[in-house]
């Protein structure tokens, strides 16, 4: 049976003896948790892991350069000459790498020479992956793959978040501890990504897990992930389950007394096309867990506690942004129902088709009186908490937006025969606003950012689609459409540079000769946290011996809708990949997800009525 060392036994025994308990935590590397050692003692073992995160960041460079090279190659020559670490040995053995077919071995060497070659050092993967259970082979060798694509300074980073990941597993195994609710919940966005509107069953992926995730609202798809999560909430011992009108799926756990406050707090079930399992699905089944958990345990809170599985947040099959959580704001628009999808059925047809009774939308307004406030747990979206490596991080603010949809007219002319000085390049002129949004909000940036150094995204800028009609080749452009997205933490700082944009959109056209059009297509207000509840975030994060880190939502959440009745904060969850979302690559890790529990679950026992 194996001895597993404790958090009081780190904490006080001698600093030489301590370190000998947490050897080969990093491969042949003990020199990082003697020095993490420093900082005892450590109120959670999540404490001790950021610790030795800070003494490797603090070590340099070349010290980090060195311990991704005491690392072995992934089935390489250290595993065929069975001279691995028993750590090392015991992962690559779970992952299968050491039952290779001899083609596989044989490609997995070439990755491995490929790699060396180009970075100067080897790979590195957590093989146990986001659950500790272990990557297939197939999922590494396509890791291994993608990544060899890499710039070199962001493949360094990449090993380096994963020899964390690696030590994190391993520490668990030390101290005999698995995060059980957070790998269920792990486990929940794996069976629910079974549903999608399109792409192919892989047999090979844990709980024959969809190779694209798509959910478009009242889909067939969407109609199964709103059951599920409806028979989830059963389950977890809701006293009240059920879909609304506009397919919303809502629980409610009822307070200790009658005629309580409720808090309400959810997330959206729907995903953009070909995204990530996350996105959403994460502010669901956080409290889901929750009250799962103060149920088991006979547990009642001073307030309801209100989840709702909003139906609708991203607009990808009808352009009707926010619309579930708009239904409970009275801001449901009636010309949505008119509008078509690409098969042209129209969305009164499709709610229609799905059961939902049209008459009762207007009821589903809630009165914010009732309401101590909504909070929302998400993933970050973001590289911030990755780059960092703090799992959490407290909402500040949600950035305002303003979109436009434009186009500059000039003219179209043969590109063999016009003379440089005498084009009107309409997508040149685009190419020359688009670089400037980026300048200019970097700009604004730096100004932005505090004097502490922390990282700052104040505002952002892109031209996401750039488009040229009937191109050709050998045609100078006449015509480019395009659009804006631009965004920031405060709607003055949004106007600021929305009207630095749009003065530069009329100079270039003026300059080139050019003509353009411009419309504001939708327009959102800065939703900035409610103070008491980010105090309590604050308080629920420091509770569990981490960093508290503050920062912007840079994307739109369906938090910024319900500020508009009542108070609302957010807490961010780390997201792997550095952070990427809106992709198949989006994911995070059991533990995390536990982090997010047990910060929600102390929330929840300190929030008053």
């Given at each position: 049976?194996?001895?597993?060392?404790?958090?009081?036994?780190?904490?006080?025994?001698?600093?030489?003896?301590?370190?000998?308990?947490?050897?080969?935590?990093?491969?042949?590397?003990?020199?990082?948790?003697?020095?993490?050692?420093?900082?005892?003692?450590?109120?959670?073992?999540?404490?001790?892991?950021?610790?030795?995160?800070?003494?490797?960041?603090?070590?340099?460079?070349?010290?980090?350069?060195?311990?991704?090279?005491?690392?072995?190659?992934?089935?390489?020559?250290?595993?065929?000459?069975?001279?691995?670490?028993?750590?090392?040995?015991?992962?690559?053995?779970?992952?299968?790498?050491?039952?290779?077919?001899?083609?596989?071995?044989?490609?997995?060497?070439?990755?491995?020479?490929?790699?060396?070659?180009?970075?100067?050092?080897?790979?590195?993967?957590?093989?146990?992956?986001?659950?500790?259970?272990?990557?297939?082979?197939?999922?590494?060798?396509?890791?291994?793959e993608r990544r060899l694509h890499n710039h070199p300074d962001y493949e360094l980073a990449e090993c380096l978040r994963n020899i964390h990941r690696i030590v994190e597993i391993r520490l668990n195994d030390k101290l005999g501890y698995q995060p059980e609710l957070g790998h269920e919940v792990w486990d929940w966005h794996e069976w629910l990504a079974q549903f999608s509107d399109v792409g192919v069953v892989n047999p090979k992926a844990p709980h024959a897990a969809r190779e694209e995730l798509t959910?478009?609202?009242?889909?067939?798809?969407?109609?199964?992930?709103?059951?599920?999560?409806?028979?989830?909430?059963?389950?977890?011992?809701?006293?009240?389950?059920?879909?609304?009108?506009?397919?919303?799926?809502?629980?409610?756990?009822?307070?200790?007394?009658?005629?309580?406050?409720?808090?309400?707090?959810?997330?959206?079930?729907?995903?953009?096309?070909?995204?990530?399992?996350?996105?959403?699905?994460?502010?669901?089944?956080?409290?889901?867990?929750?009250?799962?958990?103060?149920?088991?345990?006979?547990?009642?809170?001073?307030?309801?506690?209100?989840?709702?599985?909003?139906?609708?947040?991203?607009?990808?099959?009808?352009?009707?942004?926010?619309?579930?959580?708009?239904?409970?704001?009275?801001?449901?628009?009636?010309?949505?129902?008119?509008?078509?999808?690409?098969?042209?059925?129209?969305?009164?047809?499709?709610?229609?088709?799905?059961?939902?009774?049209?008459?009762?939308?207007?009821?589903?307004?809630?009165?914010?009186?009732?309401?101590?406030?909504?909070?929302?747990?998400?993933?970050?979206?973001?590289?911030?908490?990755?780059?960092?490596?703090?799992?959490?991080?407290?909402?500040?603010?949600?950035?305002?937006?303003?979109?436009?949809?434009?186009?500059?007219?000039?003219?179209?002319?043969?590109?063999?025969?016009?003379?440089?000085?005498?084009?009107?390049?309409?997508?040149?002129?685009?190419?020359?606003?688009?670089?400037?949004?980026?300048?200019?909000?970097?700009?604004?940036?730096?100004?932005?950012?505090?004097?502490?150094?922390?990282?700052?995204?104040?505002?952002?800028?892109?031209?996401?689609?750039?488009?040229?009609?009937?191109?050709?080749?050998?045609v100078v452009p006449g015509r480019c459409q395009f659009s804006l997205d631009l965004r920031a933490t405060t709607d003055a700082l949004r106007d600021s540079l929305m009207h630095d944009v749009v003065n530069e959109l009329q100079a270039i056209c003026e300059h080139r000769g050019l003509h353009y059009t411009l419309e504001e297509?939708?327009?959102?207000?800065?939703?900035?946290?409610?103070?008491?509840?980010?105090?309590?975030?604050?308080?629920?994060?420091?509770?569990?011996?981490?960093?508290?880190?503050?920062?912007?939502?840079?994307?739109?959440?369906?938090?910024?809708?319900?500020?508009?009745?009542?108070?609302?904060?957010?807490?961010?969850?780390?997201?792997?990949?550095?952070?990427?979302?809106?992709?198949?690559?989006?994911?995070?890790?059991?533990?995390?997800?536990?982090?997010?529990?047990?910060?929600?679950?102390?929330?929840?026992?300190?929030?008053?009525?």
């Amino acid at each position: 049976m194996t001895q597993h060392i404790t958090l009081n036994q780190i904490n006080t025994l001698p600093h030489a003896q301590a370190t000998a308990l947490l050897t080969g935590l990093y491969e042949h590397s003990d020199w990082v948790a003697a020095q993490a050692l420093d900082e005892r003692p450590f109120a959670s073992a999540a404490a001790l892991k950021h610790a030795m995160v800070q003494a490797f960041d603090h070590a340099g460079r070349e010290a980090q350069l060195a311990l991704v090279r005491a690392h072995p190659e992934l089935a390489g020559k250290a595993m065929v000459s069975q001279s691995l670490t028993a750590e090392s040995t015991n992962e690559q053995t779970k992952a299968g790498l050491t039952n290779c077919t001899p083609e596989e071995f044989a490609h997995i060497q070439q990755l491995n020479a490929s790699y060396n070659a180009k970075f100067g050092f080897p790979f590195i993967l957590a093989v146990r992956g986001p659950r500790g259970s272990g990557l297939n082979k197939q999922h590494i060798i396509s890791t291994f793959e993608r990544r060899l694509h890499n710039h070199p300074d962001y493949e360094l980073a990449e090993c380096l978040r994963n020899i964390h990941r690696i030590v994190e597993i391993r520490l668990n195994d030390k101290l005999g501890y698995q995060p059980e609710l957070g790998h269920e919940v792990w486990d929940w966005h794996e069976w629910l990504a079974q549903f999608s509107d399109v792409g192919v069953v892989n047999p090979k992926a844990p709980h024959a897990a969809r190779e694209e995730l798509t959910v478009t609202y009242l889909t067939d798809a969407h109609l199964k992930c709103a059951h599920t999560i409806e028979l989830g909430m059963k389950a977890c011992g809701f006293d009240e389950v059920r879909i609304d009108a506009v397919g919303n799926v809502v629980g409610v756990y009822k307070a200790n007394t009658p005629h309580a406050k409720t808090l309400m707090t959810g997330s959206h079930y729907d995903t953009v096309r070909n995204g990530g399992k996350y996105d959403g699905r994460l502010g669901i089944f956080v409290p889901m867990a929750c009250v799962r958990e103060l149920a088991r345990a006979g547990q009642r809170l001073p307030f309801n506690l209100e989840v709702v599985a909003f139906a609708e947040e991203e607009g990808q099959r009808y352009k009707a942004t926010f619309l579930g959580s708009g239904a409970l704001v009275g801001d449901f628009k009636t010309e949505w129902l008119d509008q078509q999808d690409a098969e042209g059925i129209t969305m009164r047809q499709a709610m229609k088709d799905a059961s939902l009774n049209l008459r009762d939308i207007p009821k589903l307004t809630r009165n914010a009186a009732e309401y101590l406030g909504f909070v929302e747990v998400h993933i970050e979206q973001g590289p911030v908490l990755n780059e960092l490596d703090i799992p959490l991080g407290v909402v500040t603010s949600i950035n305002g937006s303003v979109r436009f949809v434009g186009e500059v007219l000039g003219m179209s002319s043969h590109a063999g025969t016009t003379p440089m000085d005498r084009r009107r390049d309409a997508a040149t002129a685009v190419a020359e606003l688009a670089l400037f949004v980026e300048k200019r909000a970097a700009e604004l940036n730096a100004v932005s950012a505090d004097k502490a150094g922390k990282p700052a995204s104040a505002c952002v800028g892109t031209v996401g689609m750039l488009t040229v009609p009937n191109g050709s080749i050998n045609v100078v452009p006449g015509r480019c459409q395009f659009s804006l997205d631009l965004r920031a933490t405060t709607d003055a700082l949004r106007d600021s540079l929305m009207h630095d944009v749009v003065n530069e959109l009329q100079a270039i056209c003026e300059h080139r000769g050019l003509h353009y059009t411009l419309e504001e297509t939708m327009r959102a207000n800065a939703a900035p946290s409610d103070a008491k509840l980010q105090a309590l975030w604050e308080q629920a994060v420091k509770s569990l011996g981490v960093p508290v880190l503050h920062l912007p939502s840079g994307a739109g959440h369906d938090a910024m809708k319900l500020h508009e009745v009542m108070p609302q904060a957010m807490l961010f969850v780390r997201g792997q990949n550095a952070g990427i979302s809106h992709n198949p690559l989006e994911s995070t890790t059991s533990d995390d997800m536990q982090l997010a529990i047990d910060a929600f679950m102390h929330l929840l026992h300190n929030m008053h009525a």
